[in-house]
């Protein structure tokens, strides 16, 4: 969206907030990842670059603003949902469509006429005519049933000329005398004998089953117990490209009963609920905290604030899932996988994978410390800590032959745990000399020989014997080692079980 105006319009634009309010307008619409994404003036005045960006008087530029981006091109406007809260669309070929057809649909619903496009007006004159001549009579009375018949066949794809060639060919022959004169019902078996050449996907989805029929076409059937009409399956088609497939089936379920299966008024309650979700949204002045974290780790990955629609299902969530770690995890995930997409991240927060939390290999030497860990001691896991703490101690310890040294010695010790390899690649060098001296030390010698030869056998050196105050020490260091053993186990476990 932004590559088109830039490539089309930018050059044009003179105009700072025209500028500023089509970039952030098309930014929104972008995010919302729907070709006939739209959105309502009070979604582009709650956005911060265009509250604090657009002088003294915001709203009087934002209006201006996105009526010269509607004169130039950049949007599509339309107030066929309510005259006074116009809806902002891309300019592309689907919006257009549309915007045409939402136009059509709401006019017909709340005037309650017979009113269709003006190629359907053509095509009902043209086979009332036909009929009235293969026929014989003076006029052919158009009713209601008349006119729902046309529009569910123009839903399903056929053409005018099929309908007229299917209409010949139901009436080629010669009505029995003194028999009533057939109408268009009379035609309708021939007319659906054969599939259009050019299926809607209305027919494609529900009348042919050839393309699986999304989520809120089958709510549609569930709630009221049968598919879809082509009207109806205009409206819930509609709706859900202007606000989403989740919040049209949250409405369906709300308006559709098996006895009562009127969609007509289901744009206007999504656009009334989406009005009051925003009003509320923004009176909350001050979130909660991990609501700002949530905001902010999103304007972090995806560059912009979340839209009122995003805005809600992160609230809606974070109150299910309110562990702050799950949601920097997803965003973390998602920005690696370069899926800057919320339907992405949401599907993460939602059913988090168990690795998820693991975090990258720091360097090779880590990478090979990983699968060796997985291969050697987690049975193929690694838990997201020991994977932290290799990545620490790899930027330290780069050589792989000390740690293939250490898993060994870990494998020779019978401990082939993760503490006694960490303490393997931290310890230390000490050679035999040192550790006596340190002995020699503890108990008070100077620096006793290591071995001494009489008579050809090696004697050791004597060692004092340790005192009870020595003794009560090393207990302690022992209990201690111990509980610190204890509690990191823990702590593993329940990281893996988060």
Not at 58 to 77: H, N
Request: glycine letters at 4%; a neutral charge; one cysteine or more.
């Amino acid at each position: 969206m932004i590559d088109d105006l830039i490539r089309n319009a930018l050059a044009e634009i003179d105009d700072l907030a025209e500028l500023k309010v089509s970039l952030v307008a098309l930014r929104l619409l972008e995010l919302k990842q729907s070709p006939t994404a739209s959105l309502i003036r009070d979604e582009l005045a709650a956005h911060p670059a265009l509250k604090h960006g657009l002088g003294i008087v915001p709203d009087v530029a934002l209006e201006a603003a996105l009526q010269r981006a509607v004169a130039r091109g950049t949007l599509l406007a339309t107030t066929a949902i309510s005259p006074d809260r116009p809806r902002y669309f891309a300019n592309n070929a689907d919006s257009r469509a549309a915007v045409e057809a939402l136009a059509a649909t709401m006019s017909a619903a709340q005037a309650g006429q017979r009113q269709t496009r003006d190629t359907a007006y053509q095509t009902l004159a043209q086979l009332a005519a036909e009929i009235e001549k293969l026929e014989g009579v003076e006029a052919y009375p158009l009713g209601d049933e008349d006119t729902a018949l046309l529009r569910e066949w123009l839903t399903r794809g056929y053409t005018p000329d099929e309908l007229l060639g299917a209409v010949r060919e139901a009436l080629r022959a010669p009505r029995p005398k003194h028999a009533p004169a057939r109408s268009l019902r009379d035609c309708a078996g021939v007319v659906t004998q054969k599939p259009p050449a050019s299926p809607s996907l209305y027919y494609q989805s529900v009348i042919a089953h050839s393309v699986p029929p999304t989520d809120e076409v089958i709510a549609f059937r569930e709630l009221a117990g049968r598919w879809p009409a082509g009207h109806e399956f205009e409206i819930i088609r509609a709706a859900a490209g202007l606000f989403g497939n989740r919040a049209t089936v949250q409405a369906l379920k709300r308006i559709v009963r098996p006895d009562h299966p009127d969609v007509s008024g289901l744009i206007a309650l999504l656009a009334e609920e989406e009005e009051a979700q925003l009003a509320l949204l923004r009176e909350q002045h001050a979130p909660d905290l991990l609501g700002r974290q949530i905001i902010q780790l999103y304007e972090s990955v995806f560059g912009l604030p979340p839209t009122t629609h995003v805005a809600g299902e992160i609230a809606t969530l974070a109150a299910e899932i309110p562990d702050v770690t799950i949601w920097r995890a997803a965003f973390e995930y998602a920005l690696k996988q370069n899926k800057r997409d919320w339907r992405y991240v949401r599907k993460i927060v939602e059913n988090p994978a168990p690795d998820l939390f693991i975090p990258q290999p720091a360097n090779e030497t880590a990478r090979y410390a990983f699968a060796e860990y997985r291969r050697r001691v987690g049975r193929g896991a690694l838990d997201p800590a020991v994977a932290r703490e290799i990545n620490e101690i790899a930027e330290r310890v780069t050589d792989q032959a000390q740690w293939a040294h250490a898993f060994d010695a870990a494998a020779a010790a019978n401990a082939l745990n993760w503490n006694y390899i960490r303490k393997v690649l931290t310890a230390p060098p000490q050679t035999k000399q040192a550790a006596g001296a340190a002995r020699a030390i503890r108990g008070g010698e100077k620096e006793p020989s290591s071995t001494r030869r009489s008579g050809g056998l090696i004697r050791r050196a004597q060692v004092e014997e340790a005192t009870e105050e020595e003794r009560a020490a090393a207990r302690e260091r022992a209990r201690q080692r111990i509980a610190e053993r204890a509690r990191r186990k823990a702590q593993a476990e329940q990281s893996h079980d988060d």
